[in-house]
C-alpha cells in the first residue's frame, strides 16, 4: 500500500500527559499537511510543510502543539500537556508540488485520540 | 469564522435518480475546489476537483460546477448508487495560502434502494 499512513489509529491518553503522532506521506509527495476532526464538523488546517520546512501554522496550533518534518519525508505531530478539548481525529494528508499549480492532497486514515 | 458552508446537513436520495450537494464559499482568493468523501472512520478520500478557470468538471458519474460569480458551486452524482452513501465535504483553497484546504461541516448522503 503506498497511500498515506498514519500510526497509531487510536490512542487513549490522560490530561496531561503527552502524545506524539506521526505521518508517513506518499513518498514522492512533498507537501504534507495536518488536520484535525472533530464531531459534526469538517477537517481543520494546523499547519502544512513542504519537504522539511514547515510554511504556515494555524492559529488554531496552540504553543502546547508542535510538528516536525525533519528530513522531508515522515511528520510528527507532539501535544503536550493534553486537554479534553484536544479530543479528535488528527489527519494528516500529502500532495505533490511542483510550482505548476493545485492537485489535490491524498488523506490518511487518521488518528483519534480520546483524552479522559 | 467558516468560509467554506454545506447548509444541507443530509440529503436522501433514491438509487438511479440524481443526487445535487451545494456549497457556498466566502473567500474570494479560493482558487481550487475539491469534493471528498468521507466513510466512518477513515480519512477523506478525494472524489473530483475544480479550478477557478472552469466551471464545470466531469469524471464518470460526478459532476463539480462552479459558478464564481454567487462563489457556489454543487456536486452532482448521477444515477445515485447506494454505495455513494457517506459523507460529502466541499474544501477551497487559494494559492496563497499553500494551498491549505478550507472544508464546509459536510453533508451527508443517504441513497435508498
Known amino acids: 500500500d503506498t497511500g498515506v499512513s498514519q500510526d497509531p489509529r487510536h490512542k487513549i491518553t490522560k490530561r496531561g500527559q503527552n502524545v506524539t503522532f506521526r505521518c508517513d506521506p506518499i513518498?514522492?509527495?512533498?507537501?504534507l499537511y495536518w488536520y484535525r476532526q472533530t464531531l459534526g464538523q469538517g477537517p481543520e488546517f494546523l499547519t502544512y510543510?513542504?519537504?522539511?520546512?514547515?510554511?504556515?501554522k494555524s492559529r488554531l496550533l496552540s504553543d502546547r502543539f508542535s510538528a516536525e518534518r525533519p528530513k522531508g519525508s515522515f511528520s510528527t505531530l507532539e501535544i503536550q500537556r493534553t486537554e479534553q478539548g484536544d479530543s479528535a481525529m488528527y489527519l494528516c494528508?500529502?500532495?505533490?508540488?511542483?510550482?505548476?499549480?493545485?492537485?489535490?492532497?491524498?488523506f490518511g486514515q487518521g488518528t483519534r485520540l480520546t483524552v479522559v | 469564522d467558516q468560509q467554506v458552508k454545506q447548509n444541507s446537513p443530509s440529503l436522501s436520495v433514491q438509487e438511479g435518480r440524481i443526487s445535487i450537494l451545494n456549497c457556498d464559499y466566502t473567500?474570494?482568493?479560493?482558487?481550487?475546489f475539491l469534493w471528498y468523501k468521507k466513510y466512518p472512520a477513515e480519512g477523506p478520500t478525494f472524489l473530483i476537483s475544480i479550478s477557478s478557470i472552469k466551471d464545470k468538471n466531469e469524471d464518470g458519474r460526478f459532476t463539480v460546477f462552479l459558478n464564481k460569480s454567487a462563489k457556489h458551486l454543487s456536486l452532482h452524482i448521477v444515477p445515485s448508487q447506494p454505495g455513494d452513501s457517506a459523507v460529502y465535504f466541499c474544501?477551497?483553497?487559494?494559492?496563497?495560502?499553500?494551498?491549505?484546504?478550507?472544508f464546509g461541516k459536510g453533508t451527508s448522503l443517504l441513497v435508498t434502494p
Open positions: 513518498s514522492e509527495h512533498n507537501r
Open positions: 510543510f513542504q519537504n522539511e520546512a514547515q510554511l504556515e
Open positions: 494528508a500529502s500532495s505533490p508540488w511542483t510550482g505548476g499549480g493545485q492537485t489535490e492532497a491524498f
Open positions: 474544501a477551497a483553497s487559494a494559492s496563497r495560502s499553500g494551498y491549505a484546504l478550507n
Open positions: 473567500n474570494s482568493m479560493f482558487d481550487y
